[in-house]
């Protein structure tokens, strides 16, 4: 009886310790400019995160999608995730802060007026975007552009890590909600609701439905179709740049709505489709 209880002691104990080096961590770059906050965990992460197993399955990853590159080349291209990585962690104090249609915003927007157009058009909607660039930027985007937006996160996996993060994160105007269960219904009551749901769409699962990435079946959640479909709603792409440094652009594509051709199945298939063919274009 005393051996779970010495392992969820090792385990608070754990994570406790995790929870104080990583606000340490952004209290530091909290402290800092941006541009020095993001240059720093950049480099931070691009000298320690090739040394990791997760540097060599993302090579591994990396020539099935890319067999023409050398290995240099593989790897120069997972130094630079690395860097965007520990950019992103390293922007999250400053992100909250930045205006982003202000004049002296680091932030670029191109096609802001289909934000406009699904903020005015009485019905519910979808943005999706995937992991580029710095994508806690894009709800800001939204928000900002006076569309309160509810924005699906995946739960880290420290509890202490995962309040820190979400108070950084919070801002008027969006709300933030764990994928799963309980998100899931949290999101069908918003689009109910008439209101306006924010899907990163690029998380691995091993569910779903198959659909060609670089000439290989991927498994990839059919959610945004499911959801477009039921709901008859437009959906709109986000790309996410990392222009240089601290600096980003984030583009809106024009909103689109799945065929309906009576063929559920075959709709879901074709419009994600679509969505992981515009995701493999970006990268």
């Given at each position: 009886m005393a051996r779970p209880r010495r392992t969820g002691l090792l385990l608070l104990a754990t994570r406790t310790l995790e929870a104080i080096l990583v606000a340490?961590?952004?209290?530091?770059?909290?402290?800092?400019?941006?541009?020095?906050?993001?240059?720093?965990?950049?480099?931070?992460?691009?000298?320690?995160?090739?040394?990791?197993?997760?540097?060599?399955?993302?090579?591994?990853?990396?020539?099935?999608?890319?067999?023409?590159?050398?290995?240099?080349?593989?790897?120069?291209?997972?130094?630079?995730?690395?860097?965007?990585?520990?950019r992103v962690f390293a922007e999250y104090p400053h992100v909250r802060r930045i205006k982003v249609y202000d004049p002296d915003s680091p932030i670029e927007v191109v096609g802001a007026e289909h934000v406009d157009r699904l903020r005015d058009d009485g019905e519910p909607g979808i943005f999706v975007t995937g992991h580029?660039?710095?994508?806690?930027?894009?709800?800001?985007?939204i928000a900002q552009r006076g569309l309160p937006l509810t924005y699906f996160y995946r739960i880290p996996n420290n509890p202490m890590v995962d309040?820190?993060?979400?108070?950084?994160?919070?801002?008027?105007?969006?709300?933030?909600?764990?994928?799963?269960?309980?998100?899931?219904?949290?999101?069908?009551?918003?689009?109910?609701?008439?209101?306006?749901?924010?899907?990163?769409t690029d998380l691995r699962t091993n569910e779903g439905i198959a659909v060609p990435f670089f000439g290989r079946p991927a498994m990839t959640a059919p959610a945004v179709a499911r959801l477009a479909l039921r709901f008859g709603c437009p959906v709109c792409l986000v790309r996410a740049e990392r222009l240089e440094g601290a600096r980003f652009r984030i583009t809106f594509f024009p909103p689109v709505r799945p065929r309906q051709t009576g063929g559920r199945n075959?709709?879901?298939?074709?419009?994600?489709?679509?969505?992981?063919?515009?995701?493999?274009?970006?990268?």
């Open positions: 340490a961590m952004l209290g530091v770059f909290s402290a800092l400019p941006l541009g020095v906050a993001s240059a720093l965990g950049g480099t931070i992460a691009r000298t320690l995160g090739p040394l990791t197993g997760a540097s060599r399955r993302a090579e591994r990853q990396l020539a099935l999608a890319f067999p023409e590159k050398s290995r240099s080349e593989l790897a120069a291209i997972v130094r630079g995730m690395w860097d965007n990585l520990g580029f660039g710095n994508w806690e930027t894009v709800p800001r985007a309040r820190m993060l979400r108070a950084m994160r919070h801002k008027e105007g969006i709300e933030l909600i764990p994928k799963g269960a309980e998100g899931a219904r949290r999101g069908l009551s918003v689009l109910n609701e008439g209101g306006h749901l924010g899907i990163l075959d709709d879901i298939a074709s419009f994600m489709t679509e969505v992981t063919a515009a995701i493999e274009g970006w990268i």
